[in-house]
């Protein structure tokens, strides 16, 4: 069971926006259960069962996307700490994802639209996530 809180803060114009992100992705109880071979290379007395309060993970960055046309570009980056501050593996995370819109038929042989106040299904795909490690 986790918890998690973002807490974007920007600028949302036409056609772009630019945020600045802050949340804590905090784990509140979890269930472990160790696999032979980590009892074997790692940690023999290791105990299955579950973990209170095992930690959290605070994320940070900025975000922005802009559209052209039909498409939707988006970015994100940011950085990874534990609740404690200290340096993950991998201390950051960047994405990049496309919005595509389709234009919704209504008319004879077309099914009407949920929305009819809104002429477009928007698609999202990601492009990449793109994680670096630290070397």
Known sequence: ??????APLGVCRSGWFFAAQFGLDKAVITHVTHSDWYRTYSYPEAKDGWYRDPGGTFHYGLSAGFTVGRAELLARYGMLRTEEFNELTPPMHASIGL???FEQKVGEGHVPSLAPNRPSLSITATLGDIECLKH
Do not use: F
């Open 1 to 6: 069971m986790a918890w998690t809180s973002p």
């Open 99 to 101: 919005g595509l819109a």
